[in-house]
């Protein structure tokens, strides 16, 4: 799954793609889960999500959107969750009753900046976006954002359909295919 993931980003040709790819070497984004316990709440799960968000998007929009943006939004959309993730440990009885100490994974977010404004930010000092890109990489949580934003949400969706798709393929790949 990496090789394909860093061959699709590469295939983009964008100007800062390889240091952007060398950013996320150093990161946790290829063992780290998609959520704590919603989906692919596993050891990769994040880089599987942003694969599946991939194979979702482009199902949707081939041919409709060019193909290096396509890969930049859905490959990248939940950039924000490196070094998000941390093992943490509980105490739950097992079948024998005995106490066992069990893992799960917890949150530790030292940068504390939202969620797809993250990855806008972090995506955008290695590579530049286009305001496509940006907007349908920022409100790819749709309505799972805080009812605050749903007057920004509405606008945006109007004003770049690509994020809408984008909103669609991370449902399609949360709640289809995982």
């Known amino acids: 799954m990496k090789e394909r993931f860093i061959e699709l980003l590469r295939g983009t040709k964008r100007e800062g793609i390889e240091a952007l790819i060398e950013f996320l070497e150093k990161t946790d984004f290829y063992t780290a889960p998609a959520s704590t316990k919603f989906h692919n709440c596993f050891e990769g799960g994040l880089l599987q999500h942003s694969l599946n968000v991939y194979e979702a998007l482009e ?18 959309h939940d950039i924000c969750k ?21 893992p799960y994974y917890t949150t530790d977010d030292m940068m504390p900046l ?3 404004e ?3 930010m972090i995506i ?3 590579i530049k976006l286009s305001k496509e890109e940006l907007y349908s990489i920022r409100w790819h949580m749709g309505g799972y954002e805080p009812k605050e934003n749903y007057g920004y949400i509405s606008k945006a969706f109007e004003k770049y359909p690509l994020a809408v798709y984008t909103h669609m393929a991370d449902l399609m790949a949360t709640y289809i295919l995982e």
């Open 59 to 76: 199902s949707l929009v081939k041919d409709k959107w060019p193909e290096d943006t396509i890969r930049i939004v859905a490959l990248l």
């Open 124 to 126: 955008s000092e290695f």
């Open 118 to 120: 993250k990855s806008v």
């Open 82 to 102: 490196v070094n998000f993730y941390k093992v943490d440990y509980r105490n739950r009885k097992d079948a024998t009753g005995q106490w066992i100490k069990e």
């Open 114 to 116: 939202g969620h797809g």
